[in-house]
Structure formats: C-alpha cells, structure tokens
C-alpha cells in the first residue's frame, strides 16, 4: 500500500496500481484516449503524462505504477502544455467536421478541448492527410477512418477481449487507419463495445446514429433482460421511446462489455401490440376489456371459490423467470398465503438447468431469462411436476382447474422460443380457469379468462438474481406502457383485495418483505443491490 | 485457391523450425509468400493467416507495417532507388529521372510488361557508394543515369 | 592505428570459415568456454565497450541486467537492422568477415547463457544474408554451432531472421515485437528486455559492432580495450563517412579521433574546392554541426556531446559549402515522417505535419511563421513518446533550423 502525493494530496494507492487508476478513485481525472480499465495498457495516446519527481520526462500515468514517495503533478504547466500538444496533434488530421459528427456529447476530443484547447488549428485541408468515412462494419458499427484518434482501444478489444482480431490498424506514420479485412463486417458477438470504447467519432453506432443528440437523453440503471448474466447496463430514452442501452461497468459481472444481442434486446420490446386493458373472457367466450377494480375482485373471489370447491391443490402458479423477484415474491405470496396453493413452476424449458450455462466464453448464457435464479430462490419448482409440461398433464387430467400465469416472452430470441409459448398456450387452454399476465399481445391469450397487461422489461423497477446468485437493481426507465402496471402491484393489488394486508405501495416495500421473509435473501439491504449486486449462495 | 510450392511447403517448415512459437516465423513466412506469389495480395494473407491460424486481418495488418512486403503487384524487377542524404546529395533524382523515362512510369508503376517496378526507398546503407538502388537480392551502387539506364538494359534482356 | 574490428576485412576469402580460422578465428570463443560466465561480463564491464547501435549504454552492465535463474531461456538478439541514415558500418563487418559477428555472438551468448540466438538483419540487406547465412552453415559444420560448441558442454543456435523495412525495428523493443512477428511497436519501458523482453524472457540486443568488439576484448583482455581511446569512450569506433567528401567508407578510428582530421585526411577532404559547412556526424538522427563546431571536436561521446551533437551510429554526413541546408532537412525530415511506427500521437502527427511544412517551405510556399512553427512542433514532439524516434527528428529539426534560420526564411515570404 504506497503513500504518494497527487498535487500536494498525500494518498494510498493499492499495490500495482498505476497512477492514473490511483488517481481517479480519488477525484483526480487525469485525461486519456487509449487507457481504459478492461483493455490491456497500451500507452499510446500521450495523454495521460503526468509529472513524477525524479523523473526526467513526463511519464505515462497509464503505465505508471505507483511507488512509495511517489511525488505526481497532473496539472502544472508542464503537463498542461504537454497535452495541449498532444490535442494539437489530434487535430492536425482529423476533418474537423463535428458539425455532422454523431458522437458529439460524447466526444474526448471535443471535451479535452474545452478544458486544455482553445487554440486555433489553421492547418489546410490540403495538408491534411485524408482517408476513408462511414465505411459499414456490420450491423452495429460504422468506420469513419479520419475522425480516428488511433488509440486502438477497439484494436485491442478485437484482440483480448473476443479474441477474434477483426480490427486492425494498417499502414504506418500517419497514414495508419484501423480498419477490417477487405471492410468484413465485425463478426463477433461482442461488435457493439467497440462503439462504446471509442473515445471519438470514428467509430458509431449504426442503430443508433442520428437518431438523438444524446445531450437530449435520460439514462436509467438497468439490468440486462437478455440472459441470465444480467450485465448492468444502462437505458438510454426520451420521450417514452428507449434509444439506446449501453454497459455499464460492472468489474464483477461484464466489466464494461455487453453483447450484441443484449445491447439489441430492447428492440423487442416496441415488436408486435402491447396489451393494453385488462380483459375478460365474457360468456360467450370473447374477451372484453375491463376495469383493473373489477377485474381484481373478480379474480380474488374466483380463485377463493375454485379452492373451496376443489382444494388449494388445484391451483397453480406459473411465474415468468423474466419477471423481477418483487412480482414473484407477491406472486408466491398471494396464491399461497390467500389461497393456500402450493403448486408453483416457472420452468416452461429447463431453465433450471440451463441457468448457468455459458452460451460463450465471454458473457452470454443459454438461458435467456434474467431471473432463473431469482425464480429458483423463491421456490417456483415443484418436484412432482418437473416443469410447465407436469402442470399441462395435471390439467389435462383434471387435478389442476385454475391457474395464474404471468408470461414475458424473451427479449434475446432463440429457437425454442415459440414451443416453450405453445407450451403455456397449451397450460391455458387445458385450466378451466386461467389468469395471464403478460405485456404482449399473442392470439393464444385469447383462451385466458382473464388477461391482464403488465410493464414490460425498462418499466418496472425491482431485482432480478442472476446465474451466480448475483441480486442486482434495476431502474425503471419508462412508464408502464398503456393501461398496463408493474406486475408486483397488480398482486399487491389482489392481496389487498380482501382489505386484510396493509398493502405495498413501492418495491422498495416489497423487497424488505421479501427480505424478512425469504431465508436466501435474509439480511440484505435494497442498497446492496445497487452495483455491483449482492450474492447469494446458490 | 493458392497454396505454397512443395519447394514452398518445405521452406516453410524449415522457417517453423527456428522459432520457439509459431508466431515470430510470421514475417518470414510472408516473405517466403512473396517469392512465391508476387505480392501480398488480400487472398495471400487470408492464405496465411489460415495456414498458421491468423485472422486475415491480423496478417495483413502486420504485412502493411513492412515497406518491402509489397501491397500491391510488382514488377519481375523491383528497383528501390534511395531517396535519403547522401543518395540525394550524389543526384538520386536525376538517376530517378532516368529510370522514369527509360521505363515510361512513375513512382509506385509497374512497366507494361510486368518486367521492371520502381519506387523511392529511405537509407538503403550505401551511403558511402551513393546513389544506390537494391534491386531484388542485389544493390546497384554509385549509380549516374547513364548507369541505371544500363543496368535497366542489362536486366531487361534477362 | 589499431585495428580491432576492420583488421581483416580486406583479407582475402575472410568470409569463409578456414581463412578465419587461420587468422586466429575462434580462439577467443574457445577461451570463453573455460571461463566462468560472471567472469566473463566482468571483463566486457572492465573494457568500458558501449553499445555501438547509437545509445552507447555500457555492453557489460546491460548484460549484468539479465536475471539469472528466471526458469525462461535467455535470448540474445543481433541487431542487424543498420537503417540510421548515414550508417553502413554493420554492413562491412557482416560482408567481409560474419564470423568476427559469429563469434562475438557466441561469446555473449555464453557469458549470458544464451542457447539461442537470432540475427535481426534488416531485409534491404539479403545480399548480405547470404553470405551470413553461409558462414552460419559453416559454424555448424565445424561445430561452432550446434548442441556441443567447440566440443564443451554448450548448445547454441543461431537464426538469421530478416526485417522487412521498417527503420523502427532497429529500436531494440521494436525488434523484439517484430522478431515476434507483429508490427514494429516499440514498447513502453519498464519492463525492459532485460526482464521480459523476447517472448516475455530475458532477452539483450546489441549492435553488430558491439559483439564484434567481444573477441578481441576477451583475447586481449578487458584492459587492453579500456587503454585505447579517451578517458570515458574506450576503444575503437567504426565512422560510415558519405556526402561531400573525397573518399567515403568506412574507417575504423580510436575514439577521440579529431573529428577534422578524420575529415580531412581518412576521408580525403571536401572534394572540388568546396569548404566545410555542416557535419551530421553519427546517424540523422543527431544534431548537426556547423563547420565552426567542428573545431576541435573528438570523435568520441562526451566530446560530441560537449558540441552540442551525439556520436550516435557512427554515421558521419559531410555538407559542403553549397549544400542548401533546408533541403537536407526535408529529407530527413520525410525520412522520419516515413519511419514514424504511427503509435504515439505527438510523433506520428508531429513528424508528418513538420515534413509538410519543409515541403511547402522548399517548394516555395513556406510562411514565415512556419519556420517557428517548426520549433512548436520540434518542442511539442520532444520527451513525450514510447521511443526516440520522435526525438530523432527533433535533434535535425531544432539544430538545424536554429543554425541555419537564416536560410529557411530566405525561403519563406508573408
């Protein structure tokens, strides 16, 4: 543990750490293109310099491991004019054409400017030495080779992290450019960081280029819906319209990297109708909209009956392992506390099983549900039944007349997606009552006796547990959409319908239930959700 | 589909065998793709990069930091005519001169038969026999334009 | 004056392995391998031999860096990558007698514990790789070479491995990533070679002419070496003389020599008439020197210094009185321009936008303004990259714009 002095403040640094992270955990930014926390030092862009005593020449604070005695200056006239330099540089063949530049907000070399610039950069355009804009790298990126700083962060991103070498930098002085072979698209499932990790225009994002100055945006702390990772990331939206998500950096769970997939999944929320009402399968066997009041008393009476006239056991409840633990835990609570069911699943396929499979070496698992775990934690499985297809036999078989089903199709598609829907379709039609909870329209909700639209993924606020046991926060980005609510309320809603329970008005509320109640998340405080989550043995 | 000569294959492993990995023989092995094929053309370096389990991208990027690994074809006789100090000093440029209009290119040009290819080149170490021109395996030292033009002659006819 | 390194480089059929031997080839390696490795550092320290690429880091605390003991192979690298403007020295030596570098090699690689070995030799220079390449296979016949060095205990291999141009690579981590077989990145120090250089191992990289010095130091003993030439550069140097003088080549000097005087009487003098302007004297990288720094200057590092220049490679430039100063410096300038590896921002930018600006200036379009920008440019660049060879193009720029102002701005309007 050195002590060192940073402009006069004496500090500890860890071992090992250079000066630049020892800098940053206490304040002092010291200003960077190639140096980034999850690549390996590179020591290139010349920003970072900083003046350490004893040293002759300004010293890289990115590849600087901090010393006992250490004596570092970021911000004396030598290091200033030192970067003004180097930001000159930057400018002397770049285009300078911000004007149309979409990483504008988010540009280091505008930013940088602003603090150590100002100075007037006459260099002609004739001079400059040209090359080659928005070339297409596949779905995600576009190359614009002159706004590159060359910091070949996405160069080394390419090379460590996915290890698939796409990138490279060719030629040499300064007419090197980065760039793919023969323009290939990037073909590794991670293409999107490289956009983040740009500290430029050079490289954008094609999905979201032009689409919003990004000054104009909101961003909420989310969890990553697409797997059972669950990589933190952030929900970029305005206006009720999502933009955007991006990593958040999270050293424990995907360090600043998010795949393709999952920086996509938000896509899926705005394909096909959302459900708007609630609706009731009226006598003749078409559904009608109907008020959430009613709907709710309707419900809580209907089910109370069925268990009085068949047992407790022959109710079911089948959760979502998309759904946050705040909804399952009401969930559970309601059917088994105010009708004493005890048949719970949430498996519509060996979700169980596939909760911590890798999908790769990276970050992406098999199972595309971001709270498997949470499901399991909360006891959603039922030995006897062994999944969704024991509930449909018991059903079919008359064992089970009534069930409540909340479906959230997955945001990151594959290809036993749609069997595992027929599978609850199949659930529904064989219950002679049913309640379906869900955010999107399917013909097959149509057999449901009640359907109720809940918030779709980025309009609840709750946990979700990943893979490892790993409870982390999520954010509500949006409101629900339409007539819909947050799936903890509608059964805070139906626990209270008996006036018995003091009710939850928040799932802040829920979670210190769930809290109190659950023995896997005994003791854990909300706050210890928040980055970078809290595990739990699993 | 390219592939090395079977003189190429086993100049290829004998390029392996000095090397205690695999990686530090890729710059010899790119050289040895140029004698063979010409130049490094994009299908070479996916050629190679395949053969010792490189992207094509990574292979290529290290052929475009190497001035004599050539990116695009060149002639039978690749004439690289010092353009530094001491070559300068003792007239490089009117033995460039010569070349251009003996050949009818200019620089970076490949005459129309393919035969002769020419470019400026930096410190070729004869300094002391300036100008000079490395052809190939061969230096052409104290050139004048009468010279080069001879030696043009001479290669032509080879 | 004593020859140490040219000594038999005029001889005939030098190159091959017998006449080598016949002239006492080889003697000094079979001594080596009696002795003691420690020992025999402390005698290359004893000689004061420094590295003769341009650096001129002591040879023999460069090896006492090398760890010993580390589990990893230790590599001793030759660099052969002779591209300093102005420099062809190396070139001679690997020419006319490779087994003199043979040797040498050998003799470090014991002293280091080396078993092997690489010759980094720069690819413009394969008609020269042919011939080293011969005198390798005749190594190994003879058991020079092989898994039992002169029949001792003692494997060693060496590889004659070829760059493909790229001036960088003769910056020894340069070498190393190109040996490895990347593009030619220097890499930021610490860790240096000594620890994890070549495939992370301890590695040292040293001229040709350093190791070239190695067997006369071991036959004649380190003293020896350290009696000839001045009270800090010891021994002998080899001078690359070209440009305006009668009779350029290659001459080997004690160090110390006067500089004027190998001028004048090794290199015939300034031929046609001409007078003396300007002295590039080791390599374009350093700062050049006007004829009146010249005076009394030596050839050996402090004295160089003291003039305000470095003995760098030993690649002497000579500029007569009708050299146009800016020209030159545009050339050298393109050169640097050319050679910059292109990672760190201040050189690859710096050394392309001072290139442009002598451009213009030599084809008539300079402002005036730009010769100071120059100097903006020279200073932004300085002490601020991975390698020297952004400060290789500060040394020219700065030096010869300040001594030579007058000239730029004769070539400037507005």
Redesign the interface.
């Given at each position: 543990m050195p002590k060192f002095t940073i402009n006069g403040q004496e500090v500890e640094a860890r071992d090992g750490q250079t000066i630049i992270q020892a800098a940053e955990e206490i304040g002092v930014d010291i200003p960077h293109y190639c140096y980034h926390p999850d690549l390996p030092i590179d020591g290139n862009c010349r920003m970072c310099l900083v003046d350490v005593e004893r040293m002759p020449k300004l010293t890289p604070a990115c590849a600087t491991v901090v010393t006992e005695g250490m004596v570092v200056r970021t911000n004396n006239e030598r290091v200033k004019e030192a970067v003004r330099g180097v930001l000159e540089f930057l400018l002397v063949n770049h285009p300078v054409d911000c004007p149309v530049c979409d990483q504008a907000g988010e540009c280091r070399l505008q930013d940088y400017y602003m603090v150590y610039g100002l100075h007037t950069s006459e260099i002609p355009l004739g001079m400059k030495v040209r090359k080659r804009k928005v070339i297409d790298l596949g779905p995600m990126v576009v190359l614009d080779q002159e706004r590159c700083v060359l910091c070949s962060r996405c160069v080394r991103f390419c090379d460590h992290v996915t290890g698939t070498g796409e990138l490279q930098f060719f030629g040499r002085g300064d007419h090197v450019a980065i760039g793919t072979f023969e323009d290939r698209p990037l073909e590794n499932a991670y293409s999107g960081n490289v956009v983040d990790i740009c500290p430029v225009g050079a490289l954008t994002s094609r999905d979201f280029r032009f689409k919003c100055r990004v000054w104009f945006l909101h961003g909420a702390d989310s969890v990553c819906g697409g797997c059972s990772t669950g990589c933190s990331v952030r929900i970029d939206h305005r206006d009720g319209t999502i933009f955007r998500l991006l990593p958040r950096r999270n050293p424990e769970v995907n360090k600043s990297w998010l795949c393709d997939e999952g920086r996509m999944s938000f896509h899926a929320l705005s394909t096909g109708s959302r459900i708007v009402q609630p609706k009731v399968k009226g006598p003749a066997g078409v559904p009608t909209a109907a008020r959430w009041d009613e709907v709710i008393a309707s419900i809580n009476s209907r089910l109370k009956e069925t268990a009085a006239a068949h047992g407790s056991g022959s109710i079911i409840g089948i959760g979502s392992a998309s759904a946050t633990n705040e909804a399952l835990f009401l969930f559970k609570r309601y059917l088994s506390d105010r009708l004493g069911a005890t048949r719970f699943e949430f498996r519509l396929d060996g979700e169980d099983r596939r909760v911590a499979e890798r999908e790769d070496d990276l970050l992406r698992r098999t199972d595309k549900h971001p709270n498997s775990m949470g499901a399991m934690k909360l006891g959603l499985m039922d030995a006897e039944l062994g999944g969704i297809e024991g509930a449909i036999s018991a059903a079919r078989a008359g064992r089970i007349k009534a069930g409540v089903i909340i479906y959230l199709k997955p945001l990151v598609a594959r290809p036993g997606d749609d069997a595992a829907e027929a599978r609850v379709a199949e659930l529904v039609r064989s219950l002679e009552y049913s309640v379906v909870l869900a955010a999107h329209e399917a013909d097959w909700q149509s057999a449901a006796s009640v359907l109720l639209p809940i918030a779709a993924w980025s309009e609840e606020e709750g946990t979700y547990t990943n893979y490892e046991g790993r409870i982390q926060f999520a954010g509500r980005a949006l409101a629900p959409d339409g007539g819909s609510r947050p799936a903890w309320q509608v059964f805070a809603l139906l626990l209270g319908a008996d006036g018995t329970e003091p009710g939850w008005t928040s799932p802040e509320q829920v979670f210190e239930s769930m809290a109190e109640s659950i023995p896997a998340y005994r003791n854990i405080a909300r706050s210890q959700t928040r980055l970078p989550g809290v595990v739990i043995a699993v | 589909m390219i592939e090395f000569s079977g003189d190429g294959k086993r100049r290829y492993q004998n390029i392996l065998s000095?090397?205690?990995?695999k990686?530090?023989?890729?710059?010899?092995v790119?050289?040895l793709a140029q004698r063979e094929f010409g130049w490094i053309s994009?299908e070479v370096?996916?050629y190679v990069g395949k053969l010792m389990g490189?992207?094509?991208?990574?292979v290529?990027?290290?052929a475009?930091?190497?001035?004599?690994?050539h990116k695009k074809p060149a002639g039978k006789y690749h004439m690289?005519v010092c353009?530094?100090?001491?070559c300068?000093?003792k007239g490089t440029y009117a033995c460039v001169d010569a070349i251009k209009q003996r050949l009818n290119v200019d620089f970076g040009g490949v005459t129309a038969d393919g035969k002769f290819s020419f470019a400026l080149?930096?410190?070729?170490?004869?300094?002391?026999?300036?100008p000079a021109m490395?052809v190939?395996?061969?230096?052409y030292e104290d050139l004048t334009p009468a010279s080069v033009v001879e030696i043009i002659e001479k290669l032509a006819n080879d | 004056m004593i020859k140490i390194l040219l000594e038999n480089t005029d001889k005939v059929d030098q190159v091959r392995l017998e006449k080598y031997k016949q002239r006492g080839g080889y003697r000094a390696l079979r001594k080596v391998l009696t002795m003691d490795p420690p020992a025999i550092i402390e005698e290359v320290k004893a000689s004061g031999l420094r590295g003769r690429g341009g650096a001129g880091f002591p040879t023999g605390m460069k090896w006492g860096f090398v760890p010993r003991n580390t589990g990893k192979p230790t590599y001793l690298l030759c660099n052969a990558d002779e591209s300093e403007p102005g420099t062809f020295k190396d070139r001679i030596l690997m020419e006319r007698d490779p087994h003199l570098m043979i040797e040498g090699m050998a003799i470090a690689c014991y002293a280091l514990n080396c078993h092997l070995s690489y010759i980094y030799l720069r690819g413009e220079y394969e008609f020269i790789a042919h011939t080293v390449q011969r005198a390798l296979d005749e190594a190994y016949e003879a058991g020079v070479l092989g898994p039992s060095v002169l029949g001792h205990d003692f494997a060693l291999d060496i590889h004659l491995h070829l760059g493909q141009g790229a001036y960088i690579c003769g910056e020894e981590t340069a070498l190393i990533e190109s040996l490895e077989g990347y593009r030619g990145y220097p890499r930021i120090k610490p860790p240096f070679p000594a620890t994890h250089g070549f495939l992370a191992s301890p590695t040292v990289v040293n001229n040709v002419e350093t190791l070239c010095a190695l067997p006369w130091i071991i036959t004649n003993g380190g003293a020896a070496y350290a009696s000839i030439g001045t009270e800090k550069s010891k021994g002998t140097k080899l001078f690359s003389v070209s440009g305006h003088v009668a009779k350029p080549g290659v001459y080997e000097v004690e160090m110390g020599y006067p500089l004027l005087e190998f001028i004048n009487k090794e290199a015939g003098g300034i031929p046609n008439g001409h007078k003396l302007k300007a002295v590039i004297p080791g390599g374009s990288s350093v700062p050049v020197l006007t004829a009146q720094e010249c005076e009394g200057v030596g050839l050996d590092y402090e004295s160089l210094l003291k003039a305000g220049s470095m003995l760098g490679s030993g690649g002497m430039i000579v500029f007569d009185d009708t050299t146009k100063m800016p020209e030159v410096l545009s050339v050298i300038a393109d050169f640097y321009a050319h050679e910059s590896c292109g990672q760190c921002t201040p050189c690859r930018e710096g050394t392309g936008w001072a290139a442009k600006i002598l451009r213009n200036m030599v084809s008539g379009t300079g402002k005036w303004s730009d010769v100071d920008l120059l100097l903006k440019i020279a200073d932004m660049m300085e002490g601020k990259t991975i390698c020297p060879l952004a400060d290789a193009d500060v040394m020219p720029i700065r030096s010869f714009v300040t001594k030579y102002r007058r000239e730029f701005e004769a070539l400037c309007s507005s």
């Open positions: - | 000095h090397y205690p990995e990686r530090a023989a890729l710059i010899p790119l050289t994009k370096a996916e490189y992207p094509a991208s990574d290529l990027a290290v475009s930091f190497y001035t004599m690994l690289e353009r530094n100090v001491s300068w000093l080149t930096e410190c070729l170490g004869s300094c002391g026999t300036a490395q190939g395996d061969r230096y | -």
